[in-house]
């Protein structure tokens, strides 16, 4: 019973280039959550899907970023013409169908994106 | 031991005591909190949660006390072992977001 799955661990661009983090939720989990954490702080909520929906992407910068979540297939952050500023660790979570705040979120061990 | 959360981030306690970790959330109409652990290279771990019409709620070696009146959250850790030293991330959940708090850094000294 696999838990949340992201690929890569870590993932180094140089400034300019694109990054694609995937996210695989958990089996039976229709909600996903994308979250940064930069070192010694905590998690910052970014983008909260569902399938083929954002539902709220209140914490996402206005411009390079960007989400998805596709009715097949993981969920996709997207971020272009990096940064140095974007590196740091990018989480994903995903609840089950009930969502929403009913029912704990559970975690995968995050992309490690490093700009050069 | 005991910490007071994100004026207190780190809290170093002796293997077999109990460890209280504190935290103060912001939004009084926040009605389900989370505590997780989260250790170096991996994501958050879940391990209690609390719904805001109680005021407590036990697991295995962990307790966890809401107090809505001054919104204040706090994780017992009972015969704290080594195995406990990580960063322990309280949760609200308002709406569609989870906010997380900035995190205690638990060490257990042997």
């Known amino acids: 019973n696999a838990g949340v799955m992201q690929n890569p661990r870590h993932l180094v661009r140089r400034r300019g280039q694109e990054a694609r983090l995937r996210c695989s939720p958990m089996k039976g989990h229709s909600h996903v959550y994308w979250y940064r954490q930069l070192p010694e702080e905590g998690l910052k909520f970014m983008v909260y899907l569902q399938k083929e929906n954002i539902i709220d992407e209140s ?9 998805e979540f596709p009715k097949e297939g993981p969920s996709i952050l997207r971020i272009q013409q990096v940064v140095r500023g974007d590196s740091a660790a990018y989480f994903c979570a995903s609840s089950p169908p ?3 705040g009913n029912s704990p979120l559970h975690f995968g061990n995050g992309t490690r994106l490093t700009v050069t | 031991g005991e910490s007071v959360g994100l004026h207190l981030p780190t809290l170093s306690v002796q293997e077999g005591d109990n460890s209280i970790i504190n935290c103060a959330y912001s939004n009084s109409a926040s009605d389900y909190f989370i505590w997780y652990k989260q250790e170096s290279g991996k994501g958050p771990q879940f391990i209690i949660d609390i719904r805001s019409n109680m005021d407590k709620r036990q697991g295995q070696r962990v307790t966890v006390l809401l107090n809505k009146t001054v919104k204040h959250l706090s994780l ?4 704290t072992q080594p195995g406990d030293s990580a960063v322990y991330f309280c949760a ?3 709406g569609n977001q989870f906010y997380f708090g900035t995190g205690t850094s638990l060490t257990v000294i042997p």
């Open chain 1, 59 to 67: 914490g996402m910068p206005k411009e390079r970023f960007s989400a």
């Open chain 1, 98 to 100: 009930s969502g929403g």
């Open chain 2, 76 to 79: 017992q850790i009972a015969a």
């Open chain 2, 92 to 94: 609200e959940n308002t």
